[in-house]
């Protein structure tokens, strides 16, 4: 763990300077052999180049979604964590990456919407609607809120949105392939008018969740503790679940349900720089943007000139560091 | 001088209520201390003092005002809280833990001062954690982690202090050392303390006020002396008893009876009931 203010300051320098190597990596690097030179000429001489229109219609998108929803799905895992007191909370495992996915769906399919901004705001309304859910079903009961009843709920709501997803996809049958597209979850073949039009709601997110870290802080120890304290909890939780449902809800809406950033990096953040949330916000959102980069470029590689869906890639890594968590005991 | 009252304060959860139209008077810079039951409500009302539960129906009144209609950072600035067993995050150092009780004085353009720095330092120092501070909370013994507790209520620097059983989980050493860190607060620094307390000998040496809590509502109040008696032992906590003066410190002392284990006792219940 970096123990000193000014070691987390250089580490937050060199995660970003990561970030940008990633993203640039992630325009060069691929099937298509693209070099920094190109780059620049696709910018200042657009040729009409089988290169220079994969570097301005694939590359540059890709590069910038995977960056932004990296980040969005990290930091809202964090948020999630912070205020839940639960070590397994993450838009995927509780169910709002579902709900989001599950609204948009059912847009594409029984009412034939296809605008961007129709699945911005269906993403928006699942999201809320799942983390509203979640919350309550996870309060009901003599004990209020605990960790493992709001896992299970969590849970619970993920399954059922998923499967209210696919009984949409089976009823109908037209609008299967635009749907199964958008749901397996990937950052590629994405429109980066997606990214433009959700961006302003991801941003506010972004500039949101690093303002709110001292006051999840103080909500970490507990509900007694914080409005003992003189904290307005209830205004705190609304606030943190704005933003978890405009970074969740943003990242759905560009890139389909991505899982395991959300719950693995918030650890690692907080590995790295300790419990103090106005640094564990900044650092997932770095190392989430790292690893959706990295997964993405790693999707080219593995089955050249195919290419696996990043969310396997993210699986793969998740999956048994979840376990590992998993292990360590939801109470600790 | 009353430090807090309540008007006709109805308290509970679901339908059922655990307090009833309670009308109680904390007074100024005193030591109060609960005492009652298991399940009678005592960590309910403590808590409906500090605001942390919405009354079902009446008041709490702090200094004049009803405290529903107070802004709750005010509230913070002149009572603290240390509910029953808190839990601190995993990683949490004393250090952090006891500068969360600046939180009450910190807005957007006032981050930390002079005076925060002070407060935290003191009541480290106070509390004897000062040599603890990096360590992690959930590293220390029960013990020093409820000084690390108390050290964030004392930074909070309010003039009421309120404590769901401090003592449990310590030792008997630790018990009279947090007592005594209490009874000093209120003598030299004139602050009112109300504490739930489980153990009635230690409530008898260190409490000005004693009120018992039975049946949603005070079975009788004030001085230990006069109230702590055989009759009221046995209608609040359903234990039979005899009272003897404390040799150390001539309060009452509650000497129980029981079935189990040495005879003498029995045979000394016989010749009291004789
Ligand atoms: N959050 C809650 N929801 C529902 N009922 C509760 C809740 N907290 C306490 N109760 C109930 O209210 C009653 C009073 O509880 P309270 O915790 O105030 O008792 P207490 O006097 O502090 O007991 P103890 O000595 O065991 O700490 C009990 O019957 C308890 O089951
Ligand atoms: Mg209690």
């Given at each position: 763990?970096?123990?000193?203010?000014k070691?987390?300051?250089?580490?937050?320098?060199?995660?970003?300077?990561?970030?940008?190597?990633?993203?640039?990596?992630?325009?060069?690097?691929?099937?298509?052999?693209?070099?920094?030179?190109m780059?620049?000429?696709?910018?200042?001489?657009?040729?009409?180049?089988?290169?220079?229109?994969?570097?301005?219609?694939?590359?540059?998108?890709?590069?910038?979604?995977?960056?932004?929803?990296?980040?969005?799905?990290?930091?809202?895992?964090?948020?999630?964590?912070?205020?839940?007191?639960?070590?397994?909370?993450?838009?995927?495992?509780?169910?709002?990456?579902?709900?989001?996915?599950?609204?948009?769906v059912?847009?594409?399919?029984?009412?034939?919407?296809?605008?961007?901004?129709?699945?911005?705001?269906?993403?928006?309304?699942?999201?809320?609607?799942a983390?509203?859910?979640?919350?309550s079903?996870?309060?009901?009961?003599?004990?209020?809120?605990?960790?493992?009843?709001?896992?299970?709920?969590?849970?619970?709501?993920?399954?059922?949105?998923?499967?209210?997803?696919?009984?949409?996809?089976?009823?109908?049958?037209?609008?299967?392939?635009?749907?199964?597209?958008?749901?397996?979850?990937?950052?590629?073949?994405?429109?980066?008018?997606?990214?433009?039009?959700?961006?302003?709601?991801?941003?506010i997110?972004?500039?949101a969740?690093?303002?709110?870290g001292?006051?999840?802080?103080?909500?970490?120890?507990?509900?007694?503790?914080?409005?003992?304290?003189?904290?307005?909890?209830w205004?705190?939780?609304?606030?943190?679940?704005?933003?978890?449902?405009?970074?969740?809800?943003?990242?759905?809406?560009?890139?389909?349900?991505?899982?395991f950033?959300?719950?693995?990096?918030?650890?690692?953040?907080?590995?790295?720089?300790?419990?103090?949330?106005?640094?564990?916000?900044?650092?997932?959102?770095?190392?989430?943007?790292v690893?959706?980069?990295?997964?993405?470029?790693?999707?080219?590689?593995?089955?050249?000139?195919?290419?696996?869906?990043?969310?396997?890639?993210?699986?793969?890594?998740?999956?048994?560091?979840?376990?590992?968590?998993?292990?360590?005991?939801?109470?600790? | 001088?009353?430090?807090?009252?309540?008007?006709?304060?109805?308290?509970?959860?679901?339908?059922?209520?655990?307090?009833?139209?309670?009308?109680?008077?904390?007074?100024?810079?005193?030591?109060?201390?609960?005492?009652?039951?298991?399940?009678?409500?005592?960590?309910?009302?403590?808590?409906?003092?500090?605001?942390?539960?919405?009354?079902?129906?009446?008041?709490?009144?702090?200094?004049?005002?009803?405290?529903?209609?107070t802004?709750?950072?005010?509230?913070?600035?002149?009572?603290?809280?240390?509910?029953?067993?808190?839990?601190?995050p995993?990683?949490?150092?004393?250090?952090?833990?006891?500068?969360?009780?600046?939180y009450?004085?910190?807005?957007?353009?006032?981050?930390?001062?002079?005076?925060d720095?002070?407060?935290?330092?003191?009541?480290?120092?106070?509390?004897?954690?000062?040599?603890?501070?990096?360590?992690?909370?959930?590293?220390?013994?029960?013990?020093?982690?409820?000084?690390?507790?108390?050290?964030?209520?004392?930074?909070?620097?309010?003039?009421?202090?309120?404590?769901d059983?401090?003592?449990?989980?310590l030792?008997?050493?630790?018990?009279?050392?947090?007592?005594?860190?209490?009874?000093?607060?209120?003598?030299?620094?004139?602050?009112?303390?109300?504490?739930?307390?489980?153990d009635?000998?230690?409530?008898?040496?260190?409490?000005?006020?004693?009120?018992?809590?039975?049946?949603?509502?005070?079975?009788?109040?004030?001085?230990?002396?006069?109230?702590?008696?055989?009759?009221?032992?046995?209608?609040?906590?359903?234990?039979?008893?005899?009272?003897?003066?404390?040799?150390?410190?001539?309060?009452?002392?509650?000497?129980?009876?029981?079935?189990?284990?040495?005879?003498?006792?029995a045979?000394?219940?016989?010749?009291?009931?004789?």
């Open positions: 763990m970096i123990e000193k203010n070691g987390k300051w250089i580490g937050l320098g060199i995660g970003s300077i990561l970030v940008m190597f990633f993203m640039w990596g992630s325009v060069i690097w691929g099937l298509t052999k693209i070099d920094t030179q780059v620049i000429d696709s910018f200042l001489h657009f040729d009409g180049s089988n290169e220079h229109i994969i570097i301005q219609d694939t590359r540059i998108p890709r590069s910038l979604i995977a960056a932004a929803v990296g980040a969005s799905l990290a930091i809202a895992g964090a948020i999630m964590q912070g205020i839940t007191n639960n070590p397994l909370a993450s838009p995927s495992i509780f169910g709002v990456n579902a709900g989001a996915s599950f609204f948009v059912l847009g594409i399919t029984a009412f034939g919407m296809t605008s961007l901004m129709s699945f911005t705001w269906l993403a928006f309304l699942g999201a809320a609607l983390v509203i859910i979640v919350y079903l996870g309060t009901l009961g003599k004990d209020g809120l605990t960790p493992i009843k709001m896992t299970l709920a969590g849970a619970a709501i993920a399954a059922l949105f998923s499967s209210l997803t696919q009984g949409m996809l089976t009823l109908n049958e037209q609008s299967l392939d635009q749907a199964l597209f958008w749901l397996a979850g990937s950052v590629q073949g994405r429109d980066l008018d997606i990214l433009v039009a959700v961006f302003p709601y991801i941003l997110g972004l500039v969740s690093l303002l709110i001292k006051q999840i802080n103080v909500l970490a120890m507990g509900e007694d503790l914080a409005k003992g304290l003189g904290q307005k909890t205004l705190i939780k609304v606030l943190a679940a704005l933003t978890i449902v405009l970074l969740a809800g943003g990242a759905v809406a560009v890139a389909g349900p991505i899982g950033i959300g719950i693995i990096i918030p650890h690692v953040a907080r590995w790295m720089v300790g419990i103090d949330y106005r640094w564990v916000i900044p650092y997932s959102g770095m190392l989430g943007a690893l959706l980069l990295i997964a993405d470029i790693g999707a080219r590689y593995i089955i050249m000139p195919a290419e696996v869906p990043v969310g396997v890639m993210t699986a793969f890594i998740g999956v048994p560091f979840f376990i590992y968590i998993a292990r360590r005991g939801i109470n600790e | 001088m009353d430090a807090i009252r309540t008007n006709a304060l109805t308290l509970g959860y679901g339908e059922e209520d655990i307090i009833e139209e309670l009308d109680l008077v904390i007074p100024k810079g005193k030591i109060t201390v609960f005492i009652g039951g298991n399940g009678s409500g005592k960590s309910t009302l403590l808590r409906s003092l500090a605001r942390l539960l919405k009354p079902k129906d009446g008041s709490v009144v702090l200094d004049g005002a009803d405290i529903a209609r802004p709750t950072k005010k509230i913070a600035q002149k009572l603290s809280i240390l509910p029953q067993s808190p839990v601190a995993e990683g949490l150092t004393v250090l952090e833990l006891v500068k969360q009780g600046r009450p004085y910190q807005s957007w353009l006032n981050q930390w001062s002079e005076k720095e002070k407060a935290v330092q003191r009541a480290m120092e106070v509390t004897g954690v000062k040599d603890l501070s990096e360590r992690k909370v959930d590293s220390l013994s029960g013990g020093q982690r409820q000084r690390a507790w108390i050290a964030m209520n004392l930074a909070q620097d309010t003039d009421i202090i309120l404590l059983e401090p003592t449990t989980y030792d008997l050493t630790h018990q009279i050392d947090i007592l005594d860190l209490l009874s000093d607060l209120n003598e030299e620094e004139n602050r009112t303390i109300v504490m739930v307390l489980h009635i000998n230690l409530a008898c040496r260190y409490a000005d006020h004693i009120v018992a809590i039975s049946n949603k509502n005070i079975y009788q109040q004030g001085d230990p002396d006069t109230i702590v008696t055989p009759e009221l032992v046995a209608n609040v906590f359903g234990l039979r008893c005899q009272i003897m003066n404390d040799p150390h410190s001539g309060t009452p002392m509650c000497i129980p009876f029981s079935r189990g284990r040495r005879k003498k006792d045979d000394h219940e016989r010749k009291m009931d004789a």
